[in-house]
């Protein structure tokens, strides 16, 4: 099985939840810094719940910025940093795990709805394949 299949079947198939992961080289995902923990109480629980990350580091002054988000799994990130960079911004989730990305695209509407507007936008490819995929014509 190719390194891509084995992460894929992990990431897709075998986790069910964050509690699953069998290791603990991440730093705590849990531990955001304070001014970040009400923007993570407003994204829906069934993605943070699939949440597989080591925890996000980002500058408080992103409004209006563009933010790629490599390996965004579920989307937990990408619906926080959504929030960030407000409605003038936009955030571009890059995942190669269909069953994650179903769950972060299952629930833009939601968060669409919640936040007052729509700035995220999900693709299907590879880190080292970006060149691939049409991140110049994301829009949310």
């Not at 084995?6 to 531990?31: F, H, I, P, R």
């Not at 080591?54 to 988000?69: A, M, Q, Y």
């Amino acid at each position: 099985m190719s390194t891509h299949a084995a992460v894929q079947a992990y990431y897709g198939q075998e986790l069910g939840g964050s509690a699953d992961l069998k290791t603990n080289a991440c730093c705590d995902a849990e531990a955001l810094p304070a001014w970040l923990k009400p923007l993570l109480e407003r994204i829906h629980p069934e993605v943070s719940k699939r949440y597989y990350g080591c925890g996000l580091v980002c500058p408080p002054l992103l409004e209006g910025c563009r933010v790629l988000d490599l390996g965004c799994g579920s989307g937990r990130d990408a619906y926080l940093l959504s929030q960030l960079v407000g409605p003038r911004g936009q955030v571009v989730g890059v995942d190669m795990t269909r069953e994650q990305l179903a769950i972060a695209k299952g629930y833009a509407e939601y968060h669409a709805d919640l936040f007052g507007y729509a700035n995220v936008s999900f693709l299907e490819g590879t880190i080292e394949q970006l060149q691939e995929l049409p991140l110049g014509a994301c829009r949310a």
